[in-house]
């Protein structure tokens, strides 16, 4: 079975420039998630989708990132305008119903922002 | 105080040893906890969830404390593969129920 994809492993980019990034979760689970991991820190949510709906997105920046997911399959997540302190991994991860099952994580898009 | 703690570490420890990782959470309502395994430059992946009773998986041994608001992590002859940051992760409920990670805990296991 094929574990959360995600594109692209790596991006750089300058500084105001949009940026996005793609995930494709394991299938049939309804639960998708988008984190920020800092160097040295554990994962932070940024948003958290229930099919094609956002149940908890707290934590996005709305100024600058948003996300989708249209049909509760993939997701994007965006940033415009990117700055220097957006330089992070942002993880995927899926879960079937719920926060309190196993999170499955995809590789990651490390992003450096100049 | 936040949500979830955990020392950073790094604990480095000889082939074989014993090692214990410890974490505490500041939401008594808390009530799922996981241990997450996360190897560098690799995704996090789930290595044990915490039961109320403690639960063991083979050299692994997790334990909960509630009253202390405390989880901890057992390893037993702790192997070089061991090697790696380990994620206290905890469920808070609530209409927005989520998932919040430690920093970690960085494990460096030597011959």
């Known amino acids: 079975e094929a574990g959360v994809v995600q594109s692209p492993r790596y991006k750089i980019i300058e500084k105001k420039q949009p940026v996005a990034f793609w995930c494709n979760p394991i299938?049939?689970?309804?639960?998708l998630y988008w984190y920020r991991q800092n160097l040295g820190q554990g994962p932070e949510l940024l948003i958290r989708y229930e099919n094609e709906e956002a149940v908890d997105d707290s934590q996005l920046p709305k100024d600058r990132f948003s996300a989708e997911r249209l049909k509760g399959v993939d997701s994007t997540l965006k940033i415009q305008p990117a700055e220097l302190g957006d330089s992070a991994v942002y993880l995927c991860?899926?879960?079937?119903w719920g926060v309190g099952n196993e999170q499955f994580f995809g590789p990651g898009t490390r992003l450096t922002v100049l | 105080r936040k949500e979830v703690e955990q020392d950073p570490g790094p604990f480095n420890v000889p082939e074989g040893a014993t090692v214990a990782f410890n974490c505490t959470y500041s939401n008594s309502a808390s009530q799922s906890f996981f241990w997450y395994r996360q190897d560098c430059r690799k995704e996090p992946k789930l290595l044990m969830s915490?039961?109320?009773s403690g639960n063991e998986d083979g050299r692994f041994t997790a334990q909960l404390n509630r009253a202390s608001q405390y989880i901890s992590l057992l390893i037993r002859d702790s192997k070089l593969s061991d090697s790696a940051t380990y994620l206290c992760?905890?469920?808070?409920?609530?209409?927005?129920?989520?998932?919040?990670f430690g920093t970690g805990t960085r494990l460096q296991v030597t011959l």
């Open positions: 299938s049939g689970h309804n639960t």
């Open positions: 991860a899926s879960s079937q």
């Open positions: 992760v905890v469920n808070t409920p609530g209409t927005a129920s989520k998932l919040t």
């Open positions: 915490v039961y109320s």
